[in-house]
């Protein structure tokens, strides 16, 4: 990791609070890594010592040791206030005092865990800097130092604000140096779906129309809008999970082998599945809205901020299909809602069934399907359900499973975000979304986005959500073309 300065806009902010101090104290402790030097940015009218004081009390909620704590923060951490994000004078002069303060050569990361609104002017500015600094643009020397740009989530709210800015990032940054987040990429067992898939032939042999017959991906949350009602009123769980996290897991579990390990090898993979990805039709969605409940007296209506008559999905389930060589026919089925009764992330690959069936169940049932079911979290692992014969007479057959426990053998991981930003240090853009895979995973929704013509489906807080979403689960797979007649 070579030296550099981490400008964090947004410092005052809950993202930094939750996830970033922790993962950058824990990245920038590890052996071998350089002295930190954090600028913070905010609008709040703080100071160094008031921005060290929220990492240190972030740092120590994690079960960091309190003096490491303050030590680590009143040595990294400092402050920049501004009044206008189009306006960043009061940072670039921090920034280049600083570098002189600690002997530093230039080398910049600049991430963005900023409102969208604050996006276009924020890059602008930057954008204009960076080309005088003769970073980026058309006279960048060769021994310019690196500068790299890194975007949270939500990258646009559909396809046309996600076309204006990649417009304006690609107006003052090449694609290589941006690094948009999505948090998922950074989780190891969603990196492991690369591992599993393509070091393990035997499953990579059975992964295609031939032998499956539907994939679900699950991301159940127990938690709710409440208190983020600012943010998440209007925009939503298609917004919020399912155009990102789900279609990232979606892609991964569909693309094709890369020919490289590496960001453009797997990000043209992606890519090429969100392109052979049809528009999601309305018929081929359930919305639905957390209610009260039992243990709930609060549905999503009643949180603080939520509009009156709000129709802001809390749970959807969208069946994607595929037209291409691998997957034509085989129903994708992404699936989240918030308030669920358990937290839990799955893929589940649901295998065809033998084309003629032998052997019942104890239970005089017909077999049931083999299942593989990779459980990003929590027990992340896998489990394969199959079926054996029941001991005694006759061949009644029962279901069992194999399983595997990540943690019971590993122990524990880093979180995502310390994945990605010590990634982001090092230049490797592997985990990180390409502009035209923004676009794309916004394209594949375009439909089902503000469409009034979609019901919101209450359903009670601590339930599995709508009744109607078995009914799409197990619709018939998607029509095969018909078969005809005519001769060509
Ligand atoms: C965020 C969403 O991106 O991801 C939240 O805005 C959601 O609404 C969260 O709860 C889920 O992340 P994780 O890592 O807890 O599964």
């Not at 809008?225 to 897991?249: C, E, K, S, W």
């Not at 969605?285 to 549905?299: K, N, R």
Request: charged letters at 25%; proline letters at 6%; glycine letters at 8%.
């Amino acid at each position: 990791m070579d030296p550099h300065l981490f400008v964090l806009f947004g410092a005052t902010g809950d993202l930094a609070a939750v996830k970033l101090f922790p993962a950058l104290y824990h990245v920038t402790t590890r052996e071998g890594a350089p002295e930190p030097t954090i600028l913070g940015v905010g609008r709040s009218d703080w100071d160094d010592a008031r921005l060290q004081a929220a990492a240190v009390s972030s740092l120590t909620e994690g079960g960091v040791d309190e003096s490491d704590a303050r030590a680590w923060a009143e040595a990294a951490l400092r402050y920049a206030r501004v009044t206008a994000y189009d306006d960043l004078a009061p940072v670039f002069d921090a920034a280049a005092a600083l570098e002189e303060e600690r002997d530093l050569e230039g080398e910049r990361v600049y991430y963005l865990a900023l409102p969208p609104s604050a996006f276009p002017g924020t890059i602008a500015s930057l954008g204009e800097h960076e080309a005088e600094r003769g970073t980026v643009g058309d006279h960048v020397a060769e021994d310019a130092p690196w500068v790299r740009l890194v975007i949270e989530k939500p990258f646009g709210h559909d396809l046309a604000s996600a076309r204006e800015l990649n417009a304006i990032v690609h107006e003052h940054f090449p694609e290589d140096v941006v690094y948009r987040i999505d948090h998922y990429l950074g989780k190891e067992t969603v990196q492991n779906l690369l591992v599993f898939r393509f070091a393990n032939a035997f499953f990579e042999s059975a992964w295609t129309r031939q032998d499956v017959e539907r994939v679900e991906i699950t991301v159940a949350e127990t938690n709710d809008a409440a208190g983020r009602a600012g943010y998440f009123d209007g925009v939503g769980t298609l917004r919020d999970m399912i155009q990102n996290h789900l279609t990232q897991l979606f892609a991964l579990t569909a693309m094709d082998p890369p020919a490289r390990l590496d960001a453009e090898g797997i990000r043209s993979e992606k890519i090429k599945v969100l392109r052979s990805t049809r528009t999601a039709r309305p018929d081929a969605v359930i919305l639905g809205q957390y209610a009260s409940g039992p243990d709930d007296p609060e549905g999503y209506a009643d949180h603080e901020g939520v509009a009156e008559g709000s129709r802001t999905e809390t749970f959807a389930t969208v069946r994607l299909q595929l037209d291409n060589w691998r997957w034509q026919g085989v129903p994708f089925i992404l699936r989240t809602g918030k308030r669920m009764p358990a937290r839990v992330s799955e893929i589940a690959v649901v295998f065809r069934r033998p084309p003629v069936t032998l052997f019942q169940t104890s239970g005089g049932c017909d077999p049931t399907p083999n299942v593989l079911r990779l459980r990003l979290q929590p027990d992340e692992g896998f489990r394969l359900s199959f079926d054996v014969k029941t001991p005694g007479n006759g061949f009644g057959v029962s279901t069992q499973e194999l399983s595997f426990d990540y943690e019971d053998r590993f122990g524990a991981f880093p979180d995502a975000y310390e994945t990605l930003l010590a990634d982001i240090v090092r230049g490797d853009a592997t985990l990180f979304v390409h502009g035209d895979e923004a676009e794309e995973a916004w394209r594949v929704y375009s439909e089902i986005l503000d469409n009034d013509a979609i019901e919101v489906h209450p359903y009670p807080s601590r339930t599995w959500g709508p009744d109607a979403t078995e009914t799409l689960i197990q619709a018939p797979p998607t029509e095969e073309v018909a078969a005809s007649d005519d001769t060509c």
